[in-house]
């Protein structure tokens, strides 16, 4: 069973920066795209951005492309969000997750299997 745990959302001003942390746990993560993915209130989930673990490679929404920076650790079997210049339109609940494959083009929140429960991003102005 894999289980993925978010940490590090928080209250944050406009311009200023937050990391989001996705600890996996149950495997590793060779064979799976991570995504993180937010949900604002009153609108539907919507992709952020996506890594392929094995390879590295990242893609964005452009909503958040040049801002926002998706990264892992093999070692520590975590995925992180680096999350520049923040503004109020960010603010959400960001999640973490997880599908067993390999692809550029996973930017729909039935495409992943697994997810976190969530972390709160508020953006002040």
């Known amino acids: 069973q894999v289980q993925l745990v978010e940490s590090g959302g928080g209250l944050v001003q406009a311009g200023g920066s937050l990391r989001l942390s996705c600890a996996g746990a149950g495997r590793t993560f060779s064979t799976y795209t991570m995504g993180w993915f937010r949900q604002a209130p009153g609108k539907e989930r919507e992709f952020a951005a996506a890594?392929?673990?094995?390879?590295?490679?990242?893609y964005y929404s452009d909503s958040v492309k040049g801002r926002f920076t998706i990264s892992r650790d093999n070692a520590k079997n975590t995925v992180y969000l680096q999350m520049n210049s923040l503004k109020p339109e960010d603010t959400a609940v960001y999640y973490c997750a997880a599908v067993q494959k390999w692809s550029t083009g996973l930017r729909e929140s039935y495409e992943y299997d697994y997810w976190g429960q969530g972390t709160q991003v508020t953006v002040s102005s």
């Open positions: 890594i392929i673990w094995s390879s590295g490679f990242t």
